[in-house]
């Protein structure tokens, strides 16, 4: 149907941008692979983290036990488990994640309603965080991880009562079946929800930053608390779902900077050429 036609509808202006914005989607992305990744990029740091974590887990693994060992108690299994205040602390994150990924949506809803779906910072951001959920806590964590590695968790252990041996990080066997111990998943969408204060302003991020990651940290280490997973669950979850959000970042987020100043200056030569 032509514009000429009687029954024709132009289409809202945000549709012709957003459509401009999916065609520009691919020079984005190998721009940010051209331009390089820096050292002190997050996905960068995370990667490296990862690597280290690995290498000390396997070199001392041990340190697994031990940490575990400490809030074990003979006769009584892990008993901060039924800490009132600890099992609180654990229920919240349900809510806590919950608002966070309502403010993310109502962001990109208002974006959505301007007619910046794709345009708009904050619309990326809020983009980024959803794919980083997704891929993270979802698809790597929970659906692959915890679903295939067969990580027995340490109320399994035979030291702590079980019948399980302790398996090391990235082994892979068939001492459990299903939502095993490796990773944390629980640590995983507390990092997420951590990550969840760029959403927020400059001026309340500064302030924000510290008492997320602070909340974040607790309902990991919460987990060892209660038996359920091990320190290297808890801290290579956290930097895997870090590798995750830094390279959705580098590419949903930071990627269309440099795109965007670079078809700015390619127009601007063209109208300095046509003057």
């Known amino acids: 149907m032509t514009a000429g036609h009687p029954d024709f509808v132009a289409a809202p202006a945000w549709v012709d941008r957003s459509r401009r914005a999916l065609r520009r989607a691919g020079a984005r992305a190998r721009l940010a692979i051209a331009a390089g990744a820096r050292v002190e990029e997050p996905a960068v740091l995370a990667l490296a983290a990862t690597l280290l974590l690995t290498v000390y887990f396997l070199i001392a693994p041990g340190v697994d036990v031990a940490v575990s060992e400490a809030f074990h108690r003979v006769g009584e299994g892990f008993p901060l488990a039924q800490e009132p205040a600890l099992r609180a602390l654990r229920k919240s994150s349900t809510w806590v994640m919950g608002l966070a990924l309502l403010g993310v949506l109502i962001a990109l809803g208002c974006r959505v309603g301007q007619g910046r779906p794709f345009t708009s910072r904050t619309a990326r951001k809020a983009w980024f965080l959803l794919a980083g959920l997704a891929l993270g806590p979802g698809l790597l964590v929970n659906g692959t991880l915890k679903a295939l590695w067969g990580r027995p968790r340490p109320v399994h252990l035979e030291a702590f009562g ?9 082994r892979v066997t068939d001492w459990c079946d299903a939502n095993c111990s490796f990773v944390s998943g629980e640590a995983a969408s507390a990092a997420w929800t951590a990550a969840a204060v760029v959403m927020l302003p400059p001026a309340i991020r500064r302030w924000a930053v510290g ?4 909340y974040g940290a607790a309902l990991s280490l919460n987990r060892l608390a209660f038996g359920g997973h091990f320190l290297s669950d808890v801290l290579l979850s956290w930097s895997l779902t870090a590798l995750v959000l830094g390279v959705l970042w580098r590419v949903m987020v930071e990627a269309p900077e440099p795109a965007r100043r670079r078809i700015l200056e390619r127009h601007a030569a063209r109208a300095g050429a046509a003057a």
């Open 162 to 170: 079980g019948d399980a041996p302790y398996v090391p990080v990235w």
């Open 211 to 214: 008492p997320a990651v602070a």
